[in-house]
């Protein structure tokens, strides 16, 4: 199960930091963070493996830091200088291990809405 928190209302500037924690799981591979504007289709954000090696899309970089905590089994993404158009639900994605020997599976969380007014 993942569970995001952290979402909520930032002014053009600002910043918000967004959580997620998974559990239920036995070890978790790649981590990330995606969104979904209205009227847009899902995007991936930010992504982070295992070993802390992390991508972000063009239009966070520097803004945005994602990071992640293998013994909680959580991830954060640090977004600052936010911007209006980072208005959207934030959802939470882990490739899953639920048991030794089990194969990967994705897992999503529900999302949590950030709105970011000008």
């Known amino acids: 199960q993942l569970v995001e928190s952290g979402g909520g209302f930032g002014q053009a500037g600002g910043s918000l930091n967004l959580s997620c924690a998974v559990t239920g799981v036995f070890t978790i591979n790649t981590m990330a963070w995606h969104r979904q504007a209205p009227g847009k289709q899902r995007e991936l954000v930010a992504r982070?493996?295992?070993?802390?090696?992390?991508d972000y899309v063009e239009a966070v970089k520097g803004r945005f830091t994602i990071s992640r905590d293998n013994a909680k089994k959580s991830m954060d993404l640090q977004m600052n200088s936010l911007k209006p158009e980072d208005t959207a639900v934030y959802f939470c994605y882990a490739q899953v291990f639920v048991a030794v020997g089990s194969p990967s599976r994705d897992a999503w969380g529900q999302g949590t809405q950030v709105v970011v007014s000008p």
């Open positions: 982070i493996d295992y070993g802390g090696r992390a």
